[in-house]
């Protein structure tokens, strides 16, 4: 077996699968000190080391970087890149003489979507390197004021991979079942899928939120139509939890600046949000007005209302209660959102009950 073939990533892969990994893989030397990537390069694949030692570290300062981790052969690294089309966020230094394979993004994605068992494997290596990130925290750099906050986030991230983890592990292993029957293997694929999906909106969670000067590119939009469309796309995954999304009243014909990527995260935060403290038969409701400079949108839910100890600290990171799963992170997101389009947010109980979120969009002009 390969040194490629034999990294832990690819190790448990079927042979056609290996095959597309040789083919893909492009081999590289690099002498000790040399740089294989900078913090700010365009994020385009992943290496796996052949043989030498690879320092990864970031930078802290002007002239100071500090040192994540160290990737020795076998060993994985820039796998961010495969998640995300965004540009390094580290740096990878050769500490000693080096061979690498670089495998390409798009040829990662297309694999990574018609294996299971790769992405079992990814995900896992997802989950290690925010429990390396953690554990290397907690030990050497962060202060103790902020031991709290990067612990409970931690927590929180590992907590909520768990699950979709298991759910892939145990599905992988039903997929890979010699008598598998073809509607039990794409039953299998979708259910991974899902769960793979579920732990990119984790990990884009975390990445908007660190990502504290993400441009907000806005573009004029009807209104009316955004509001359409979403709610259409909303409908078949609410209906499948027994919950029914509706309109007090259509939103208003009127055309704003927009960021509708964004705008699109901050409906979806705040619905999930509804969604995971509603017990049973939810029900929420879409309503608008318009104002003399702004639009305000208001949804509305039937669950048990905002907690008087959470009032003061909805819009704040890692701030949850009474949600089985979550990063904590997806109002302070929307608060971001908002704010970046001159909007403002808020939340308080309604007077029939339930919780009602509302935000303001400036009129365009």
């Excluded at 209104?223 to 029914?244: D, G, M, N």
């Excluded at 705008?263 to 007005?289: C, D, K, P, Q, Y």
């Excluded at 209660?321 to 909007?343: M, P, R, T």
Aim: aromatic share 6%.
């Amino acid at each position: 077996m390969s040194p490629l073939e034999n990294a832990e990533l690819f190790r448990n892969l079927d042979p056609e699968a290996k095959f597309a990994v040789r083919r893909m893989a492009i081999e590289q030397a690099f002498a000790a000190g040399q740089e294989i990537f900078r913090e700010g390069d365009p994020g385009d694949g992943l290496y796996v080391v052949k043989s030498g030692l690879i320092e990864i570290s970031g930078q802290l300062g002007t002239d100071e970087r500090q040192v994540f981790s160290q990737v020795a052969a076998g060993g994985v690294f820039g796998e961010m890149a495969v998640i995300e089309q965004l540009p390094r966020s580290a740096y990878a230094v050769v500490l000693q003489a080096a061979t690498v394979y670089f495998l390409p993004r798009d040829r990662m994605v297309e694999l990574i979507e018609r294996t299971p068992v790769l992405a079992l494997a990814f995900m896992k290596l997802v989950s290690q390197r925010l429990r390396e990130f953690n554990q290397h925290h907690l030990r050497e750099v962060v202060q103790a004021e902020r031991l709290a906050v990067v612990g409970q986030f931690a927590r929180s991230i590992i907590h909520d991979l768990k699950n979709p983890l298991n759910i892939i592990s145990l599905t992988a292993d039903m997929y890979a079942q010699p008598e598998a029957a073809p509607p039990t293997r794409a039953s299998a694929q979708a259910r991974i899928q899902r769960q793979v999906e579920r732990i990119n909106d984790l990990i884009a969670d975390l990445l908007q939120f660190t990502q504290a000067n993400q441009r907000c590119v806005r573009a004029p939009m009807n209104y009316a139509t955004f509001i359409e469309q979403l709610v259409a796309e909303l409908h078949p995954e609410l209906e499948l939890k027994s919950i029914r999304l509706g309109l007090a009243n259509a939103a208003p014909a009127i055309v704003l600046n927009l960021d509708a990527k964004r705008l699109r995260r901050l409906f979806i935060n705040l619905i999930g949000n509804a969604a995971e403290v509603i017990e049973s038969e939810g029900v929420l409701t879409l309503s608008f007005h318009q104002e003399e400079h702004e639009i305000v949108t208001e949804l509305a839910d039937n669950g048990p209302g905002i907690a008087p100890e959470m009032a003061e600290k909805l819009f704040q990171p890692f701030a949850t209660h009474g949600k089985a799963h979550g990063s904590g992170l997806g109002l302070s997101i929307c608060k971001k959102i908002v704010e970046d389009h001159g909007g403002r947010i808020w939340a308080a109980n309604g007077a029939q009950g339930g919780a009602v979120f509302s935000f303001s969009l400036p009129l365009a002009g």
